[in-house]
């Protein structure tokens, strides 16, 4: 049974940093004292009011990239859950295949209408018998979800979260990406469109 | 001596020459003159009659700046009571881009930039110039004697001249603009 179409050109964690190096050289670049364009730009600015300027881009830009490498971390656990749906009866008989096909499938609902964190994250909790480093993965992931769904809903609540510029920054995603494939190994099924890497 | 004996000389003359050049304390001095030449304006020129007859009161109060070249340093803001409205002329600094003084003028969220700039000087058409590399710069204005003009940082960056009659325009225009939110 055929549930989606997958994309064979979702970006990837390559893809991601090389977007991100690249705008923030472009951002280092617009705030270079050598630029021959620095004086137009920050006429009558202090020190400060530029260097303050230059901070909040490149938060604003690690914010974007992190929510690309979030969304990069849900399309592993729902591309791994799609898969385990279409796999056939033969395929694949650990608990949590049969888990999201007997208990979590309804035949009806789109799979967008999956919940991340109760259905796919929860399903992983109790039937994928986690190492102590995928559960601390897993009981984590829910909160970084959380800051995924504030920026994708256009941040109208303020993000209770005092730090999280600095929780969620893009370095920390990256690491928190390393976690997953470290801890989850070849745990988490993956598309194969037979391209080579 | 050696090369690297040679260098770290070259580097320490140069660091001590670099020092003399800029003088912290001097250029705070310097800065406090300039924002008291301001007030001096302020009160004797611009709204002297007002406050004569008591319609504006104003006041001063220190405060803090820290410029990362000067480190913190005390000076004085100015503020200006016109009713229930209280406007503050607050000092930003010495070290900034394109003049060596700045006060802003402030009321809720909208502000007017105070900059000491030549008295040619009509905007920023007149203070940068881009041209190619290789080919002469274009010949600018000669700026003329340093005085205070008016900026609107969201403006097109035309200069007013800082005046009785432009500053009365200024600080209408900020409360008005104030009360649009």
């Given at each position: 049974?055929?549930?989606?179409?997958?994309?064979?050109?979702?970006?990837?964690?390559?893809?991601?940093?090389?977007?991100?190096?690249?705008s923030k050289d472009c951002i280092d670049n617009y705030f270079d004292k050598s630029n021959?364009t620095y004086e137009?730009r920050f006429?009558?600015k202090s020190e400060e009011e530029v260097n303050r300027q230059h901070k909040d881009e490149l938060d604003e830009l690690s914010l974007?990239?992190?929510?690309?490498?979030?969304?990069?971390?849900?399309?592993?656990?729902?591309?791994?859950?799609?898969?385990?749906?279409?796999?056939?009866?033969?395929?694949?008989?650990?608990?949590?295949?049969?888990?999201?096909?007997?208990?979590?499938?309804?035949?009806?609902?789109?799979?967008?209408?999956?919940?991340?964190?109760?259905?796919?994250?929860?399903?992983?909790?109790?039937?994928?018998?986690?190492?102590?480093?995928?559960?601390?993965?897993?009981?984590?992931?829910?909160?970084?979800?959380?800051?995924?769904?504030?920026?994708?809903?256009?941040?109208?609540?303020?993000?209770?979260?005092?730090?999280?510029q600095?929780?969620?920054n893009?370095?920390?995603?990256?690491?928190?990406?390393?976690?997953?494939?470290?801890?989850?190994?070849?745990?988490?099924?993956?598309?194969?469109?037979?391209?080579?890497? | 001596?050696?090369?690297?004996?040679?260098?770290?000389?070259?580097?320490?003359?140069?660091?001590?020459?670099?020092?003399?050049?800029?003088?912290?304390?001097?250029?705070?001095?310097?800065?406090?003159?300039?924002?008291?030449?301001?007030?001096?304006?302020?009160?004797?020129?611009?709204?002297?009659?007002?406050?004569?007859?008591?319609?504006?009161?104003?006041?001063?109060?220190?405060?803090?700046?820290?410029?990362e070249?000067?480190?913190?340093?005390?000076?004085?803001?100015?503020?200006?009571?016109?009713?229930?409205?209280?406007?503050?002329?607050?000092?930003?600094?010495?070290?900034?881009i394109?003049?060596?003084?700045?006060?802003?003028?402030?009321?809720?969220?909208?502000?007017?930039?105070?900059?000491?700039?030549?008295?040619?000087?009509?905007?920023?058409?007149?203070?940068?110039?881009?041209?190619?590399?290789?080919?002469?710069?274009?010949?600018?204005?000669?700026?003329?004697?340093?005085?205070?003009?008016?900026?609107?940082?969201?403006?097109?960056?035309?200069?007013?001249?800082?005046?009785?009659?432009?500053?009365?325009?200024?600080?209408?225009?900020?409360?008005?603009?104030?009360?649009?939110?």
């Amino acid at each position: 049974m055929k549930l989606v179409d997958f994309n064979p050109d979702k970006p990837n964690p390559v893809d991601i940093d090389h977007w991100y190096r690249m705008s923030k050289d472009c951002i280092d670049n617009y705030f270079d004292k050598s630029n021959p364009t620095y004086e137009e730009r920050f006429l009558f600015k202090s020190e400060e009011e530029v260097n303050r300027q230059h901070k909040d881009e490149l938060d604003e830009l690690s914010l974007k990239a992190s929510f690309f490498v979030m969304t990069y971390i849900e399309s592993l656990f729902r591309t791994d859950f799609v898969l385990r749906l279409e796999s056939g009866s033969g395929k694949w008989k650990d608990q949590l295949t049969r888990h999201f096909k007997h208990d979590v499938y309804v035949p009806t609902k789109k799979m967008y209408q999956y919940s991340l964190v109760n259905d796919i994250i929860g399903g992983w909790k109790t039937y994928s018998f986690p190492t102590k480093e995928m559960m601390d993965i897993l009981n984590t992931l829910p909160q970084y979800f959380d800051f995924r769904n504030w920026i994708a809903h256009g941040r109208y609540w303020i993000f209770k979260e005092d730090n999280y510029q600095r929780k969620y920054n893009y370095e920390q995603m990256v690491i928190m990406l390393g976690k997953i494939e470290r801890g989850f190994n070849s745990k988490l099924k993956t598309k194969n469109f037979g391209v080579a890497p | 001596m050696t090369d690297f004996q040679k260098f770290i000389k070259e580097q320490n003359e140069r660091h001590i020459g670099m020092k003399k050049e800029f003088d912290p304390q001097k250029r705070i001095e310097q800065f406090r003159e300039c924002v008291a030449d301001l007030y001096h304006l302020v009160d004797t020129e611009w709204l002297n009659e007002e406050l004569a007859n008591g319609s504006v009161t104003t006041g001063t109060t220190p405060i803090t700046v820290t410029e990362e070249r000067l480190g913190a340093y005390q000076i004085d803001a100015k503020w200006i009571q016109i009713g229930e409205h209280r406007l503050l002329l607050r000092p930003v600094g010495t070290i900034i881009i394109g003049t060596k003084a700045r006060v802003d003028l402030i009321y809720k969220s909208v502000d007017r930039m105070f900059v000491l700039v030549g008295e040619n000087i009509d905007g920023a058409r007149d203070m940068i110039s881009v041209h190619v590399v290789g080919e002469p710069a274009p010949k600018r204005k000669e700026p003329g004697k340093a005085v205070w003009k008016i900026v609107n940082p969201k403006g097109r960056y035309d200069y007013l001249k800082a005046n009785k009659s432009n500053f009365e325009k200024v600080i209408m225009e900020v409360i008005n603009e104030a009360g649009r939110f």
